[in-house]
T-cell receptor, first 114, second 111 residues
């Protein structure tokens, strides 16, 4: 299995508070992704990174920011959490462009915003 | 726009076959298939690339019709372990290989 972890695994927070989720990999993969998964919507891409300090937006990026200062870590920040951001968040990694190689997913973080 | 998966759900008996389809409204570069069991992370099954190349880790077959912009996943002689939700992810050839996932097909295999 690919070495990819997410922290925390579960979090409950209140509306308006900032939240940071961490994705850590030991595979030295170049590409990293953040998805959210909601019932009836499947997996939707929030942000992705194609290298250290190289990030870009995905389909549902509003209300989220990311940072990648090291190859192994990709952080997702909710600047001011809202109830609509209650979801399961998955991080994924890929050694080369994810269009031609598989993405490996982390175990997920279940976030509840009250 | 998300690819459209069909059916949304299917129930099988062990040993039966199933086909899951994934249709796009745009020209495709590659199609990925993943399976997710309840409470777990999605797991890679297969990639089908424009031009016919395939990469996969399990004994599951799939097809990719570039003209029809459609991919199909074939599950033959299903086993209980095949139960889960299947997602297709499509890439249109740009932006570092981002995938747009369908909403999933829930497969339940009964003894």
């Amino acid at each position: 299995d690919a070495g990819i972890t997410q922290s925390p695994r579960h979090k409950v927070t209140e509306t308006g508070t900032p939240v940071t989720l961490r994705c850590h990999q030991t595979e030295n993969h170049r590409y990293m992704y953040w998805y959210r998964q909601d019932p009836g919507h499947g997996l939707r891409l929030i942000h992705y990174s194609y290298g250290v300090k190289d990030t870009d937006k995905g389909e549902v990026s509003d209300g989220y920011s990311v940072s990648r200062s090291k190859t192994e870590d990709f952080l997702l920040t909710l600047e001011s959490a809202t109830s609509s951001q209650t979801s399961v968040y998955f991080c994924a990694i890929s050694g080369t462009s994810g269009s031609v190689n598989e993405q490996f997913f982390g175990p997920g973080t279940r976030l509840t915003v009250l | 726009q998300q690819p459209v998966q069909s059916p949304q759900a299917v129930i099988l008996r062990e040993g039966e076959d199933a086909v899951i389809n994934c249709s796009s409204s745009k020209a495709l570069y590659s199609v990925h298939w993943y399976r997710q069991k309840h409470g777990e992370a999605p797991v890679f099954l297969m990639i089908l690339l424009k031009g016919g190349e395939q990469k996969g880790h399990e004994k599951i077959s799939a097809s990719f019709n570039e003209k029809k912009q459609q991919s199909s996943l074939y599950l033959t002689a299903s086993q209980l372990s095949y139960s889960g939700t299947y997602f297709c992810g499509e890439n249109y050839g740009g932006s570092q290989g981002n995938l747009i996932f369908g909403k999933g097909t829930k497969l339940s295999v009964k003894p």
